[in-house]
């Protein structure tokens, strides 16, 4: 299946926010005032229902590209902030880039009541022109929660191996974003009696940010620290890869299930290093537990 979407139109003014507040998070995440002018093209392809065999497969992949044509408007036209070298409409910086993702699952039938069914996404987020640093915030990746890392709670993993105590500081709560993503999930579903199903369950993944167009003019050492543990190194991002396994309850109502998932962390790369593998530690506090209305994936 091929959609395209010639336009998504999303203002974003935030008036009346803590400026020092904001620029903290403008910084970490790239939340911030964004005139966003996206089109996307999504292929989607899905053979689950049409299949004979034990093995059917998902994929769907998309690329979205904002700015361009207001880029090529904004010669003279539009006003300039040179602090932060974007030219802005109305007071507020359109958006320029290109994100890219692709989704793909694999499912296999063991007998019948049985399926092995895993998952892959890779997702990233190329900003330019007029976003010379991190993309708008709500075009990054997070990690963590009931349909991605379960042994994290969303927005508390990544970018690579920030660290854990660095989430709340100051008053500031931080919610972990970045523009590049890598998940790899597995799961051995099974039926337990009828419409009460299980699963053993093994995530692995991060987020992490572009070694590119970071401001370090006036940063501190300890922010151009902060940098530096979340951005994405061939020789390195494997180290910062978060493991964690767990166990799956579902009760399949036919129409949806109701999923409980206990996600229980192997290898943490928020912690400290020599705390990393966390799993012989495992306690009923560290489980990480997961709500949710239908499968994962």
Known sequence: MHQVNLIDFNYVYLPRIDQAYLNSLEFKTGFQNNLITATRYTFVYDNQKHTKTNRSQFLRTSIEGSG???????????????????????????????????????????????????????????????????????????????????????????????????????????????????????EYRFTVIKSLKSAIFFDAGNIWLHNKNFPTDGLSATEQAIIDYGVFRFNTFYKQLALNTG???????????????????????????????????????????????????
């Open 68 to 186: 361009n044509l207001l880029s090529l408007a904004s010669s003279g036209n539009f006003s300039n902030d040179g602090q932060k070298q974007q030219d802005s409409i109305l007071g507020v910086p359109y958006a320029q880039y290109v994100k890219v993702d692709v989704d793909f699952r694999n499912y296999f039938k063991v007998g019948d009541e049985q399926q092995v069914a895993t998952r892959l996404f890779l997702g990233s987020t190329f900003t330019y022109g007029n976003t010379p640093f991190l993309p708008p915030f709500e075009k990054s990746f997070l990690a963590g929660g009931s349909n991605d890392i379960r042994g994290w709670v969303a927005y508390r993993l990544g970018p690579g191996n920030f660290p854990n105590t660095l989430y709340q500081q100051n008053g500031v709560s931080y919610a972990a974003v970045a523009p590049l993503k890598l998940l790899a999930s597995f």
């Open 247 to 297: 166990i799956g309850v579902r009760y399949d109502f036919g129409f949806f299930a109701f999923r409980l998932d206990l996600g229980m962390k192997i290898f943490d790369p928020t912690e400290a290093q020599g705390n990393r593998y966390v799993l012989p530690n495992l306690s009923w506090g560290t489980i990480n537990y997961n709500i949710a209305l239908g499968y994962p994936f």
